[in-house]
Nanobody, 123 residues
Framework: VQLQASGGGLVQAGGSLRLSCAASGLTFSRYTMGWFRQAPGKEREFVGVIRWSSGSTYYADFVKGRFTISRDNAKNTVYLQMNSLKPEDTAVYLC?????????????????WGKGAQVTVSS
């Protein structure tokens, strides 16, 4: 199984980026997909999740109204659209797959992790 994230980069505060995560080696439509992030010296933290069946989403409070997760089951890809970026959003963003939705609730039970994409927001 591979989860390959792309689309990271350097952006100024207030700007936007879209991350993509292409999955292979798994039945994509059977997995709940989501994103975490990890900043240097900090714990990995949950960003958001999207159900495979309904497409419903749930986000961490610190990204509500700014980030949007979507998925394309035909392309085996999940997206993270990030708007109004802040310097504190700087982190490595990792996509994740769980066979059950509750895998994205603390203490988290993730089946597969991607390698991550670096997002750097300058002030």
């Amino acid at each position: 199984v591979q989860l390959q994230a792309s689309g990271g980069g350097l952006v100024q505060a207030g700007g936007s980026l879209r991350l993509s995560c292409a999955a292979s080696g798994l039945t994509f439509s059977r997995y709940t997909m989501g994103w975490f992030r990890q900043a240097p010296g900090k714990e990995r933290e949950f960003v958001g999740v999207i159900r495979w069946s309904s497409g419903s989403t749930y986000y961490a409070d610190f990204v509500k109204g700014r980030f949007t997760i979507s998925r394309d089951n035909a392309k085996n890809t999940v997206y993270l659209q990030m708007n109004s970026l802040k310097p504190e959003d700087t982190a490595v963003y990792l996509c994740a797959a769980a066979s059950v939705y509750t895998g994205f609730t603390y203490p988290y039970h993730i089946d597969y992790w991607g390698k991550g994409a670096q997002v750097t927001v300058s002030s």
